[in-house]
């Protein structure tokens, strides 16, 4: 299947961008004394402050740090100052190559973060489907299906990942919907109906577009369009109750 753009490019960055605002660092970056406990286990001062910024970030926005990302200054600061740490000393973090890959284990492993999978990805996709039947936003969607990962403490795969789950959903609803409405029409009901999409009368515009379109000023002529229309409808002989 294709993939489905369904968000623009800012939208897919601030998606899993590091938090910068007070009031989400407050709500979702604020070490408890469990997680102190943990921390402060790391023998230096540099891994210390990594193994929280990791911690932190795969709480909220629920990813994985990219090997040499730039961490911006105020989470950071903020970060550095719950452990008295100075933010100069992530420099030094994981310089050692199996450090980062150590502590991703242990964070996996002391806090319950899951590795997407498969069978996640299932059970995801089919809590996301009722989400698409309410809201055909793809930014609305790839927020909840975020919230979701979150709350489950699942480690997000990436931007492309949830844009394609989102996607498929929205194309779901879609076909769900279309389901619903067509599922008692006779094949003859479907041709008057997909016919509807064809140029009128040698126009360069589809009937649908031709009923949808106002008849024009009161007068004879327009109650005239108006039968012309009506009778165009009624002929796909639609039964009332469907509807």
Known sequence: ??????????????????????ADLVRYWTLTPDDLRVIVSRRRAHNRLGFAIQLCALRYPGRLLRPGELIPQIPLAFIGDQLGIEPDALADYAVRGPTRYEQLDTLRGTFGFQQFCRPLQIELQAWLLPAALTSSSGIVLARMLLGEFRRRCIVVPGITQIERMVGKALLDAERYVCELLTRHLTADQRDRLDALLQPHSGSHISSLTWVRQPPGQPGRRAFAAILDRLSLLRAIDLDSGLV
Do not use: C, I
């Open 1 to 22: 299947m294709p993939r489905r753009s369904v968000l623009t490019e800012a939208q897919r960055l601030l998606l899993l961008a590091l938090p910068e605002n007070e």
